[in-house]
């Protein structure tokens, strides 16, 4: 299974392998790829994928002619890294104007992991439960979403969303553990990632 890696720098592995996707990291095919794993079965249409990965091109470049060339680096490049597809199928599907990651090539993305489990530690009533809940979701919280494509507009704007997750996180976790006491003592606190919300920033939600 190909396993996504976002929070923090991108990072692929096909069965527990590193997989790259071109010669140097941050490039249009690693981007176009976490664009369309995280769009899923819904997809994406063309004339938005051509603006979160060209917008910043001057208005003379072909981001049509781009943007096919890159799609086919992209399948290039998954093929180079033997990654499967099933037979007579391709990794990308086209259809009625929309891009989108074919669903029969089985994917995890951590980012899509993290959001799952806040919510459902939010949602669950068992203290306890929720505390493993919320303790998985932040092992999961390595840094940034994908602080290499910070100055992206799609990026930033996820990473201002899950920002708020994680703080929205943070703040029911702590009212979870002071209600139960040894608020620094339970692992969920000891295993936080090094880009933590800082306690002076909780105030603001």
């Given amino acids: 299974m190909l396993e996504v890696k976002t929070l923090g720098c991108f990072q692929l592995f096909l069965d527990?392998?590193?997989?790259?996707?071109?010669?140097?990291?941050?490039?249009?095919?690693?981007?176009?790829?976490?664009?369309?794993?995280?769009?899923?079965?819904?997809?994406?249409?063309?004339r938005e994928l051509i603006r979160q990965l060209f917008y910043r091109q001057g208005a003379e470049f072909?981001?049509?002619?781009?943007?096919?060339?890159?799609?086919?680096?992209?399948?290039?490049?998954?093929?180079k890294a033997l990654v499967p597809q099933p037979e007579g199928e391709d990794y990308i599907l086209m259809e009625n104007g929309n891009y989108r990651w074919n669903p029969a090539i089985p994917v995890s993305v951590d980012v899509t992991e993290f959001m799952e489990l806040a919510a459902r530690a939010e949602e669950e009533e068992d203290r306890e439960k929720s505390l493993k809940l919320g303790e998985e979701a932040?092992?999961?919280?390595?840094?940034?979403f994908l602080s290499e494509f910070s100055s992206e507009e799609w990026v930033n704007t996820r990473q201002i969303e899950l920002g708020k997750i994680y703080r929205k996180l943070f703040l029911h976790q702590y009212q979870l553990l002071y209600?139960?006491?040894?608020?620094?003592?339970?692992s969920s606190w000891q295993n936080l990632p090094p880009r933590s919300i800082p306690l002076r920033n909780i105030s603001s939600i």
């Avoid at 010669?23 to 249409?45: D, H, P, Y």
């Fill in 138 to 144: 932040f092992s999961l919280y390595g840094g940034e």
């Fill in 179 to 186: 209600t139960g006491g040894g608020i620094y003592r339970h």
């Fill in 16 to 46: 527990g392998r590193p997989v790259t996707l071109g010669r140097q990291s941050g490039n249009n095919i690693e981007k176009l790829f976490v664009i369309l794993v995280l769009q899923g079965s819904q997809g994406i249409a063309r």
């Fill in 62 to 79: 072909d981001t049509g002619a781009n943007l096919r060339i890159t799609v086919y680096r992209l399948r290039q490049a998954l093929k």
